[in-house]
């Protein structure tokens, strides 16, 4: 919806968990007022009742459901993740969710280029001969000239095909349904496995929802052939955890995992030991790059609430829905 059509919806008190998220909202528009609140105690100089957005912590693992549900007229739930998965549930209908969107695009589209250089020269293995005093010589099969299949033409997905493509590789690109944008084709979802059998990488960046939700299923990654790599830096379940575990176990494929279901990994789960297995904590987007990004963000949101405008990075309009 265009800012001159969206329903204006009035929001003066937002809260924020952390005092230098307040610091950097000041000095805040006539008619604003931010609070800070980390969900865990009380709101430091407002009532509940009073409160009309919340700004989430960021990706502290905590269900923030009991704490909201205080919040009896609550407009605007504010995240610092592009994800989303699991905030629908937290609050009523009427209440609008944004994202972070584009804040975490560069330095997750850089993890997602690590994990996978990492992976084809062979780092991993280059780690563990240095730590036991081994020189080895080996060919990997590096990033040049390989067939990568990305999964995810969002913010993040754009990001990572524009890293991809310096590198030499050909590159063939999914979204929800086929179409063709100023990048050229995208392949719906329904052509995965045929389009698997094909790749060398594949690299999942598509938000999770329940049309996501195992779209990387034990069919699509039967398909990739023998010693592909699969890369997934978006959220753990759009993978098959248990179906992408017996591959990489059995030696037939290689993972390169940011994210994992469930999170955090279990010590003792059977990827951690796997030789074709590099694996790093949900580091994605958490890089010195979030800090003055989501307080740009964050500015920009609240400018925007104080002129009556629609927020940016809505995947639920709430009461802007008109």
């Known amino acids: 919806m265009a800012d001159n059509e969206s329903r204006k919806v009035p929001v003066h008190t937002l809260t924020v968990p952390t005092p230098e998220l307040l610091e950097a909202l000041q000095p805040l528009p006539e ?80 993890m997602a280029l690590t994990l996978i250089l990492a992976a084809q020269r062979g780092i991993d293995q280059a780690l563990s001969a240095q730590h036991e005093g081994r020189w080895e010589a080996v060919r990997y099969p590096g990033l040049a000239d390989r067939r990568v299949l990305l999964v995810g033409v969002g913010g993040i ?61 034990a069919r699509v990654l039967s398909a990739l052939p023998d010693g592909a790599l699969v890369v997934n830096v978006a959220r753990g379940a759009v ?48 890089t010195a790059a979030f800090e003055p990004r989501i307080k740009a963000l964050l500015r920009e949101q609240v400018l925007r609430l104080a002129a009556g405008k629609e927020p940016l990075n809505l995947v639920r309009s709430g009461q802007w829905g008109g």
């Open 31 to 110: 008619g604003m007022n931010a609070v800070l609140w980390d969900l865990a105690g009380e709101p430091v100089g407002a009532a509940y009742e009073a409160i009309d957005a919340v700004v989430l912590p960021y990706a502290n693992g905590a269900d923030h459901a009991d704490a909201l549900a205080r919040v009896p007229n609550l407009l605007l739930l504010q995240a610092q993740s592009t994800g989303y998965d699991g905030l629908p549930e937290l609050v009523g209908r009427q209440t609008a969710i944004a994202t972070a969107a584009g804040v975490h695009a560069a330095a997750t589209a850089e």
């Open 157 to 217: 997905g754009r990001e990572i095909a524009a890293r991809l493509r310096p590198f030499d590789v050909e590159l063939t690109r999914v979204g929800s349904t086929a179409r063709t944008d100023d990048d050229g084709a995208v392949h719906g979802t329904g052509e995965l496995a045929g389009l698997a059998a094909g790749a060398e990488i594949l690299v999942v960046i598509t938000p999770l929802n329940e049309q996501t939700r195992h779209l990387i299923d």
């Open 239 to 286: 993978v098959d955890s248990e179906a992408l575990t017996r591959e990489v176990v059995s030696g037939r494929l290689r993972a390169a995992l940011d994210v994992f279901d469930p999170e955090p990994l279990p010590a003792e789960h059977p990827l951690r030991q796997a030789p074709g297995a590099i694996i790093t904590p949900h580091w994605g987007g958490n």
